[in-house]
T-cell receptor, first 111, second 112 residues
């Protein structure tokens, strides 16, 4: 079973560049999430979605955008990359009131 | 903002020792989850507790949810090197409806 798949696994961006982190899940989960994890820290919620066509801001949304055109996909867009966005990004999905299943993460460095 | 605190932040022990890590909050949670995260991987769920006072066992791991549903503990008996990792607690629902609030984690190292 694929579960939650994130691409790419690693990326280096220059300041001001843009990129999209891809996330797809094959479990037919309604809920999807994007978190960032800074070194030695826990997870902070960036954006989440409760279903196709519905997205909302989490704790740290500034500098990011998301879309949810299908149940399966939840891409995260960085428009103007900044060094403060250097982090590991995790996508997750869940059904209502159940555990979250996580992807393997995307390690992003902005230089 | 619902905050979760975890202690200790770091723990290094010898194989065979017992340990307890804690997850505390001033807020009440409808459920609390424990995840383990290994280097280069995403967190993986260990257990979910939903009832105040609930105790769940998973082999050598014992999880307890506080009576007031504000805190939880994870006890590991006879720790093994394979238990090494970052242990995260998460309470839900958080301030964002369905979503979970994560603690900063306890980084455990079990030395052979």
């Amino acid at each position: 079973n694929a579960g939650v798949t994130q691409t790419p696994k690693f990326r280096i961006l220059k300041i001001g560049q843009s990129m999209t982190l891809q996330c797809t899940q094959d479990m037919n989960h309604n809920y999807m999430y994007w978190y960032r994890q800074d070194p030695g820290m826990g997870l902070k919620l960036i954006y989440y979605s409760v279903g196709a066509g519905i997205t909302d801001k989490g704790e740290v949304p500034n500098g990011y955008n998301v879309s949810r055109s299908t149940t399966e996909d939840f891409p995260l867009r960085l428009e103007l990359a900044a060094p403060s966005q250097t982090s590991v990004y995790f996508c997750a999905s869940s059904s209502q009131n159940t555990e979250a299943f996580f992807g393997q993460g995307t390690r992003l460095t902005v230089v | 903002t619902q905050l979760l605190e975890q202690s200790p932040q770091f723990l290094s022990i010898q194989e065979g020792e017992n340990l307890t890590v804690y997850c505390n909050s001033s807020s009440v949670f409808s459920s609390l989850q424990w995840y383990r995260q290994e280097p280069g991987e995403g967190p993986v769920l260990l257990v979910t507790v939903v009832t105040g006072g609930e105790v769940k066992k998973l082999k050598r791991l014992t999880f307890q949810f506080g009576d007031a549903r504000k805190d939880s503990s994870l006890h590991i008996t006879a720790a093994q090197p394979g238990d090494t990792g970052l242990y995260l607690c998460a309470g839900g629902p958080g301030n964002y409806g369905q979503n979970f609030v994560f603690g900063p984690g306890t980084r455990l190292s079990v030395l052979p």
